[in-house]
């Protein structure tokens, strides 16, 4: 494999570079700390204790992982692992949820497709196992509509994404080489410029004028719509279906091997989870929005919550063939060499307990362990 030149990091897989610091949530959000414990779930008296006794998870407070904070919140997890107890951290960031999951200071993890596929390359193949999705959607481009009116103006003005090469700014440099414009994908500067901006300080950069509209995830985008933006695209018109993959969860390869009745149980608490969703929109929403609360200490407003919940699809399906699709877009835009991301999956637990609630299988795309 020849070597990358220095400048193209991000998602650049080279063994010399600290990809893991680099590798950025889909989420984008800048922090690198882990926040503090959220609690440990109430273990039902007399619950049947699995191989372990506890599971270590890691999730981000945001609304792209709202499978984790429902299941968490509403005790779903808990149920289905018995006398098993579970434990909460969460994180801001895809490097130290990475991090963690590598140091096994957690056994699984709802993240992002970026540093899933960083972390499985740099290490690979031995560090994770994909197993299972979460949500599809929620990413959005929004912009200034006093100064950009139609997609083609976006042409000479200034876009953040969250930073260079997470899921956002790849999605965002394939969309400018698909209109035909040339933009550097390291620098950013051309055609377009893009400003790599953390999520949490991007609404208040639109508000300065420092940037005349940008592609986020939700919150972010609902956020920028409630200072006055207009949401010009969403992304879920890109893609086929309009499904393509944002969160999933993930599980170090030696706590599958160790304990599969303990990842089978979290993936059963997270199809009930994904259930409950559906079947309770409202409740739902609230749940999350009060997950996001008591960890952040915050609860999104109305005018950023609904819109934000209303554009994000949770799912067991991990959609495969999406983050296929996504590696290649990273590498057409320069930022990340040709992957070999076969045995990235491994669907077979999640298929088991789809099975046993009578529905079908999910795919792979391919790339799952045989």
């Known amino acids: 494999m020849p070597a990358t030149p220095p400048l193209r990091r991000g998602l650049a897989v080279v063994a010399a570079l600290p990809l893991l610091a680099l590798a950025l949530s889909a989420c984008g959000y800048g922090s690198a700390k882990a926040k503090d414990d959220p609690g440990t779930s109430h273990v039902?008296?007399?619950?049947?204790?699995?191989?372990?006794?506890s599971v270590r998870i890691g999730y981000f407070p945001n609304l792209t992982h709202a499978t984790a904070l429902v299941g968490d919140q509403q005790g779903i997890f808990q149920k289905e692992l018995?006398?098993?107890r579970?434990?909460?951290s969460t994180f801001n960031a895809g490097p130290s949820e990475i991090e963690a999951l590598n140091s096994g200071s957690i056994d699984i993890g709802w993240i992002g497709p970026s540093p899933a596929i960083n972390a499985y390359t740099k290490s690979q193949g031995k560090s994770l196992r994909i197993i299972g999705g979460s949500a599809s959607g929620g990413v959005k481009l929004v912009v200034n509509p006093e100064k950009i009116k139609t997609l083609d103006d976006v042409k000479g003005k200034k876009i953040a994404t969250p930073q260079l090469g997470n899921t956002q700014d790849v999605a965002f440099l394939n969309w400018i080489a698909g209109k035909g414009w040339k933009t550097n994908a390291t620098s950013g500067k051309g055609d377009v410029s893009v400003v790599r901006t953390?999520?949490?300080?991007?609404p208040d950069a639109y508000a300065s004028g420092s940037i005349d509209g940008a592609w986020v995830p939700e919150p972010t985008a609902s956020k920028l719509v409630a200072k006055g933006a207009k949401v010009l695209l969403d992304e879920s018109d890109l893609w086929p279906q309009k499904k393509f993959v944002i969160t999933n969860i993930v599980v170090s390869q030696k706590f599958l091997k160790e304990h599969p009745d303990?990842?089978?149980a979290v993936l059963r608490g997270s199809v009930k989870t994904n259930a409950w969703i559906k079947a309770h929109p409202d409740a739902a929403k609230a749940s999350a929005n009060a997950a996001l609360k008591k960890l952040s200490g915050k609860a999104l407003p109305?005018?950023?919550l609904d819109p934000a919940w209303k554009s994000i699809q949770t799912t067991d399906d991990p959609l495969a063939a999406t983050l296929s699709t996504e590696a290649g877009h990273a590498?057409?835009?320069?930022?990340?060499?040709?992957?070999d991301l076969k045995g990235i999956y491994d669907l077979r637990p999640l298929n088991k307990v789809l099975k046993a609630a009578g529905r079908p299988?999910?795919?792979?795309?391919g790339l799952g362990v045989k």
């Open 302 to 304: 109305a005018d950023v």
């Open 262 to 264: 303990v990842v089978e």
């Open 331 to 339: 590498v057409k835009s320069g930022l990340l060499q040709q992957p």
């Open 198 to 202: 953390d999520n949490s300080v991007t």
């Open 44 to 53: 039902a008296a007399g619950a049947k204790k699995l191989s372990a006794d």
């Open 82 to 84: 018995g006398g098993t």
């Open 361 to 365: 299988a999910v795919p792979d795309a």
């Open 86 to 88: 579970l434990k909460a």
